[in-house]
C-alpha cells in the first residue's frame, strides 16, 4: 500500500472528528481579544509600530501555548481514533510496515499544523481589518511579511509535533501524554533566554517570533537567527524523534496480534 494511499485514508478519518474545530477555536481566542485591546498598541510610549505590535501580541500567545496546545491535543486525538474500537489492531494487521503507518499519522499531524497556519493569518487579517476600522489606524500588514513570518513559526513547530508524537506513542494513556505535553510548554519562555534553547524543540516558534519582535524593536531582543548550533540540533532531535516513534508505534498493541 503506497504511503499516498494510507495519508489519504488518514484524512478521511478526520471527517469523523472534531480535530478541526479544536484548531480554529485557538485562532478565535488568540485575535477576539487583540481587536478588543488594540487601542492599547497605539500608545505613544511603545517604541514599536503599531502595526507591528498588533501582529506580535496577537500571535504571541499562539507561538508560545497555542499551537504546542493544539499539537498536543491532535497528537492525542489521531492516537485514540484508532484506540477506540481497537481500530488500530486492524492498521497493524494489514501487509504495511508499522513504519509506515506510522508516518502517515504523523503526515496527518503536520498537515493540521499547515491548516491551522492558513487560519491564523486569515484570522490575523480578518482582525487587523476590525481594529482599523475600530481605531481609525491601518493595523494591516502586507501578506509579504505576514505569510513568511507565521510560515516560520509553523515550520518551527515540526521538531516539537515530532517529539509530541514521540511521546504518544511511548506512553499509551491519553491523560499522561496530554499532560506531559502541555507541561512541556510551559518552561518555554524561560528556554528561549538560556544557551541550550535549541535544545527544547517547545520553544522554537516563540524564539523565532522574538526574532521577528528584535527586528522591528532592536530594544526588546536580538533580531539574527543563530542558526548553528539550532540547525543541526532540530534536525537531529526530528529524525530521533520519528525513528523512535517508527520503533514504537502499536508496541502495546502488537503484543495481542
Not at 39 to 53: F, G, Y
Not at 61 to 68: D, Y
Not at 192 to 205: A, D, E, G, H
Not at 236 to 257: D, N, Q, W
Request: proline fraction near 6%; charged fraction near 10%; charge should be positive.
Amino acid at each position: 500500500m503506497k504511503f499516498s494511499a494510507l495519508a489519504a485514508v488518514e484524512l478521511k478519518k478526520l471527517r469523523r472528528s472534531k480535530i478541526l474545530l479544536i484548531l480554529a477555536a485557538p485562532v478565535i481566542f488568540m485575535w477576539v481579544p487583540s481587536v478588543l485591546n488594540s487601542a492599547s498598541v497605539l500608545a505613544p510610549s511603545v517604541s514599536i509600530a503599531p502595526e507591528n505590535n498588533f501582529f506580535i501580541q496577537g500571535f504571541m500567545g499562539m507561538s508560545w501555548f497555542m499551537i504546542p496546545a493544539t499539537l498536543v491535543i491532535c497528537t492525542v486525538l489521531l492516537q485514540q481514533t484508532e484506540r477506540t474500537g481497537h481500530g488500530i489492531l486492524k492498521m497493524l494487521s494489514l501487509p504495511v510496515s508499522t513504519a509506515k503507518l506510522c508516518l502517515a499519522k504523523m503526515f496527518t499531524l503536520i498537515l493540521l499544523a499547515l491548516v491551522q497556519m492558513i487560519l491564523s493569518v486569515a484570522a490575523y487579517y480578518l482582525s487587523a481589518q476590525a481594529a482599523s476600522q475600530l481605531q481609525d489606524y491601518r493595523f494591516l500588514l502586507s501578506p509579504a511579511y505576514v505569510i513568511p513570518a507565521v510560515a516560520s513559526l509553523y515550520a518551527a513547530a515540526v521538531p516539537m509535533a515530532a517529539v509530541f508524537w514521540m511521546i504518544s506513542t511511548l506512553i499509551t494513556s491519553p491523560v499522561f501524554s496530554a499532560g506531559i505535553g502541555l507541561a512541556s510548554v510551559v518552561p518555554s519562555v524561560l528556554f528561549i533566554n538560556t544557551k541550550v534553547w535549541f535544545l527544547y524543540p517547545m520553544s522554537y516558534p516563540f524564539y523565532l517570533l522574538m526574532i521577528q519582535y528584535g527586528r522591528v524593536s532592536p530594544d526588546v531582543y536580538g533580531s539574527q537567527i543563530d542558526w548553528l548550533p539550532w540547525l543541526p540540533a532540530a534536525v537531529l532531535i526530528t529524525a530521533a524523534a520519528v525513528a523512535v516513534s517508527c520503533l514504537r508505534f502499536g508496541a502495546a498493541e502488537r503484543k495481542k496480534l
